[in-house]
């Protein structure tokens, strides 16, 4: 996989407006994010460290705002599956995009720390 087009484009709706949704969060919450594919997913950095991830799987999105975004969220997130520094939001259910935001222009003003 080359770029982040391609990776959408290997999904059927709604999986794949689901991902264009985040897409346009994560950009429009962090204008300077460069984009890229790491870990075979979607990835974003700014100021030179990791902003956010994302990826589909069969039932739910992969959402990655590092430990500390999710620390910062976790009352939020409590209802989700979640890792250290992942959680998982079932296809099945609303994708919490107000909630993605918030985590992204998070992870943005903190990143905005090393610049």
């Given amino acids: 996989m080359k770029d982040v087009n391609e990776y959408i484009d290997g999904f059927a ?3 794949k ?4 949704k985040i897409r346009e969060i994560v950009l429009l919450q ?3 994010a460069l984009e890229s594919i790491a870990y075979g997913m979607p990835a974003y950095k700014t100021c030179g460290k990791p902003l956010v991830y994302y990826a589909a799987f069969k039932h739910h999105i992969g959402f990655y705002a590092t430990p500390t975004g999710h620390e910062k969220f976790k009352d939020s997130l409590s209802k989700y599956k979640q890792g250290k520094g992942s959680v998982q ?3 099945d259910q609303e994708i919490p995009y107000g909630l993605i935001e918030q985590m992204v222009k998070f992870r943005f003003e903190e ?3 090393f610049k």
Avoid: G, M, T
């Avoid at 407006?17 to 264009?20: F, G, K, P, R, V």
């Fill in 17 to 20: 407006s689901i991902l264009l």
């Fill in 89 to 91: 939001f079932p296809l």
């Fill in 13 to 15: 709706d709604p999986v």
């Fill in 111 to 113: 990143n905005l720390k």
């Fill in 30 to 32: 962090a204008p300077e």
